[in-house]
């Protein structure tokens, strides 16, 4: 069954209340249930859900995202393909790290831009689904992919790319693998199924088979991954795909206003390939949306504050100085949490960030990067992936000489050189020590030897309690908390999600803490209890919801993008229009400085796809440019 479900009709809650229905009055065992979602903080949300439903039996449910249940599945299987049973999963920073050695290694430019840029290729081209070899060959990247992967098995290590490609050659080439799973896993389910991507959809299938039981639920209108390889053909060949596949529609939103939902629902009417569905509301009043044509990108952030404060109440120095407190009385309606402001390019959150950060409205920026991106955090999960596995030479190279320890820059290239030229990794290579003067020979020798301690101890230590050691031992708390106050907290919530590990056995507790931190995607970080105001592109607001949406640089060339496809680029614009619960604000400059241009702007088109009477226009007059004479006396230079 295909659940076609728009914004706000509780396509959550339908998958959540069917699994416990299963459960509760089918009396399906919960090691027969997988539900499978795109990200951590979704699938934490549904295994909330159940639990308030159906209690403890709910922690049975394989639940996760489709890198999880395919790192489980290597895990298990994994020696099939030989892998080595405790490899590691590679992180997207540590990913373009890799990359710019191997760029140079085969004598190309090695800039992390094009690192990043080679990676993103790669990954578009896998997650086809369709033989590598020649898309590679065709691209002129084969040399890059071999060597990129070779440098990753030397690690020890699998990108995100390979969990779901070794997890479908598994399934592929072990009849008797599948065979099992489709007997044990007997309900399939999935959430957002429009983002499914070719190898995605194939690892379903070879899961579900032609006669299992899958019950997927999305929302083409927002299919926006397409960047990504999602491919929401899928949900519109459901019935072609599975013959007896059924389609059901939940067409009533219980979070969006009758104006949102129309005008949203008159937009994405446009688009010529969709599913046949209608948004509907029971709500019967709601403010109008509100559409505001600003001079550019200065007014534009001035009138975001604006707004914040009159809701939340209070004016601050930036209002007077700005000339904009127009009463002492503010509607002192809402708090920070209630406001996202969304862009479609994180590019245009810049001058908002100013403008916020002057003002004293707290806010996040959600998406830039993730927590667990963050120094220290960074620095403590690198020793702990060494303690796992000595010969990840990423996270060994990056804490050798953090904190300082007399490794210089020179001489640590000369050792990552001389670990390649052996063929063996950096830690063989530092237990030789045969480049290090007699004083960095003793700084490694005490280095090796704690590493080597905590490896021996790791079975009678708590994860929080290693952690916590590690932290505090090699100094490195001390020594990042010194740069920055701030990380000490860091280090506390890094102690607090490790202690949820505390009742394991310490070398599997280790394991799955790892496995957390390296699935952990930008959007699992967002925290709805921040009272903050959310700044966010729009792809990062997919499946949140706010009372109030400020969406700025709705303009021609913005969004829609002047690269991007249309129909997709008005899915982005539906999704935006769509996380609001209560008000909509639309904000386009009429002029915007933009990638070190300044250019005059028209309104996006998708403005004029609406009604006008679902709309409430408010222009903000270009401000008046006054006379040498209107501008007062000239301050007299003390030098003249």
């Known amino acids: 069954m295909l659940v076609l479900a728009g914004p706000g009709t509780g396509k959550t809650r339908t998958l959540t209340v069917r699994l416990a229905a299963l459960l509760t009055r089918r009396h399906v065992a919960p090691e027969s249930l997988l539900a499978v979602t795109f990200t951590g903080r979704a699938a934490r949300h549904v295994r909330e859900q159940l639990h308030s439903l159906v209690g403890d039996v709910a922690r049975r449910v394989v639940l996760g995202t489709f890198h999880g249940f395919c790192l489980r599945l290597l895990r298990e299987e994994g020696q099939r393909l030989q892998l080595p049973q405790d490899f590691g999963v590679v992180d997207g920073r540590d990913q373009v790290t890799i990359m710019q050695k191997v760029m140079k290694h085969i004598g190309q430019p090695e800039h992390r831009t094009v690192a990043q840029r080679t990676l993103h290729d790669l990954s578009a081209l896998r997650s086809q689904g369709t033989p590598v070899a020649a898309s590679l060959k065709e691209a002129g990247l084969s040399d890059v992919y071999e060597t990129y992967h070779r440098h990753l098995r030397k690690y020890g290590l699998l990108d995100f790319d390979d969990l779901l490609c070794l997890g479908v050659d598994v399934l592929e080439g072990c009849p008797e693998v599948r065979s099992r799973l489709r007997q044990q896993l007997t309900h399939v389910s999935v959430d957002e199924y429009q983002d499914v991507n070719p190898v995605q959809h194939r690892l379903l299938h070879l899961l579900v088979g032609d006669e299992g039981n899958l019950w997927a639920v999305g929302d083409g209108d927002q299919a926006i991954y397409a960047f990504r390889g999602a491919a929401s053909e899928h949900l519109l060949q459901f019935c072609t795909r599975y013959v007896n596949g059924k389609v059901l529609r939940l067409e009533r939103s219980y979070r969006l206003p009758p104006h949102i939902a129309a005008a949203?629902?008159?937009?994405?009417?446009?688009?010529?390939?969709?599913?046949?569905?209608?948004?509907?509301?029971?709500?019967?009043?709601?403010?109008?949306?509100?559409?505001?044509?600003?001079?550019?990108?200065?007014?534009?952030?001035?009138?975001?504050?604006?707004?914040?404060?009159?809701?939340?109440?209070?004016?601050?120095?930036?209002?007077?100085?700005?000339?904009?407190?127009?009463?002492?009385?503010?509607?002192?309606?809402?708090?920070?949490?209630?406001?996202?402001?969304?862009?479609?390019?994180?590019?245009?959150?810049?001058?908002?960030?100013?403008?916020?950060?002057?003002?004293?409205?707290?806010?996040?920026?959600?998406?830039?990067?993730?927590?667990?991106?963050?120094?220290?955090?960074?620095?403590?999960?690198?020793?702990?992936?060494?303690?796992?596995?000595?010969?990840?030479?990423?996270?060994?190279?990056?804490?050798?000489?953090?904190?300082?320890?007399?490794?210089?820059?020179?001489?640590?290239?000369?050792?990552?050189?001389?670990?390649?030229?052996?063929?063996?990794?950096?830690?063989?290579?530092?237990?030789?020590?045969?480049?290090?003067?007699?004083?960095?020979?003793?700084?490694?020798?005490?280095?090796?030897?704690?590493?080597?301690?905590?490896?021996?101890?790791?079975?009678?230590?708590?994860?929080?309690?290693?952690?916590?050691?590690?932290?505090?031992?090699?100094?490195?708390?001390?020594?990042?908390?010194?740069?920055?106050p701030r990380q000490e907290n860091d280090v506390l919530r890094l102690r607090l999600l490790a202690a949820k590990y505390d009742e394991m056995n310490p070398p599997e507790a280790l394991r799955q803490f790892l496995e957390e931190v390296a699935l952990a995607v930008e959007a699992d970080d967002y925290d709805a209890d921040v009272d903050a105001v959310s700044v966010m592109t729009i792809h990062a607001a997919k499946g949140l919801e706010f009372p109030e949406v400020m969406m700025c640089g709705v303009e021609e060339g913005i969004l829609p993008y002047e690269h991007g496809d249309l129909e997709e680029e008005r899915r982005l614009f539906y999704v935006g229009l769509t996380r609001t619960r209560e008000r909509a604000h639309l904000l386009h400059c009429r002029s915007r400085f933009l990638f070190g241009d300044r250019r005059d702007r028209a309104a996006s088109r998708f403005l004029s796809e609406f009604d006008d009477d679902l709309k409430s226009p408010v222009t903000i007059a270009d401000r008046p440019r006054r006379s040498k004479q209107e501008r007062g006396p000239e301050q007299l230079s003390f030098l003249s």
């Open 264 to 484: 949203a629902s008159q937009v994405i009417g446009k688009n010529p390939a969709r599913p046949d569905y209608t948004l509907k509301t029971d709500q019967t009043s709601g403010a109008a949306v509100q559409v505001v044509s600003v001079p550019d990108e200065r007014a534009e952030a001035e009138w975001v504050v604006r707004q914040i404060e009159e809701c939340v109440g209070g004016t601050s120095h930036y209002q007077h100085n700005q000339g904009k407190v127009m009463d002492t009385v503010s509607r002192r309606e809402g708090s920070f949490r209630d406001f996202a402001v969304l862009c479609r390019l994180h590019a245009l959150t810049k001058p908002l960030q100013e403008a916020l950060a002057h003002s004293g409205v707290p806010f996040r920026v959600v998406g830039e990067t993730r927590w667990f991106d963050k120094k220290i955090v960074k620095d403590v999960v690198a020793y702990l992936k060494v303690i796992h596995n000595p010969h990840d030479d990423p996270s060994l190279a990056r804490v050798l000489n953090r904190p300082p320890r007399g490794i210089g820059v020179q001489t640590q290239t000369a050792l990552e050189a001389e670990a390649e030229r052996r063929r063996c990794s950096l830690y063989e290579t530092l237990g030789r020590l045969s480049t290090l003067s007699a004083s960095q020979v003793s700084t490694v020798r005490v280095f090796l030897q704690r590493l080597e301690e905590w490896r021996v101890n790791l079975e009678e230590t708590p994860l929080s309690r290693l952690l916590a050691h590690v932290a505090d031992v090699t100094g490195l708390q001390r020594w990042r908390v010194e740069q920055d």
